[in-house]
């Protein structure tokens, strides 16, 4: 059965950090993108950065740049995500996510989904 399993959401002023992770198991993810996505109420599923497979290298949300840094092991099956200057629009719940597709930026990309961890960042 594969899990990818998320931790570290919490509460935290604006300004501050916190670090997400999420653990997969079940089966190897050699080929596939890990990555963030996040969804604020009320609003649709988001895209927030994703390690990129094919180029070794993290792809970015705009609204994300330069605040957030992903890092992945992949020995470990995990995918990591540094969110610092946390601002209040930063407020979701934050879901890991695996996929094998090219649309790295879509929800529609990715096959497999953790239950999310809640973050939110009071003003």
């Known amino acids: 059965q594969v899990q990818l399993v998320e931790s570290g959401g919490g509460l935290v002023q604006a300004g501050g950090s916190l670090r997400l992770s999420c653990v997969a198991s079940?089966?190897?993810?050699?080929?596939?993108?890990m990555g963030w996505f996040r969804q604020a109420p009320g609003k649709e599923r988001e895209f927030v950065a994703a390690h990129n497979w094919r180029t070794s290298s993290p792809v970015y949300a705009d609204s994300v740049k330069g605040r957030f840094t992903l890092s992945r092991d992949n020995p470990k099956n995990a995918v990591y995500l540094q969110m610092n200057s946390l601002r209040p629009e930063d407020t979701a719940v934050y879901y890991c996510a695996a996929g094998a597709l090219a649309d790295i930026g879509e929800v529609n990309g990715y096959d497999y989904w953790g239950q999310g961890t809640q973050v939110t960042v009071s003003s």
């Open positions: 079940g089966r190897t993810f050699y080929g596939y993108h």
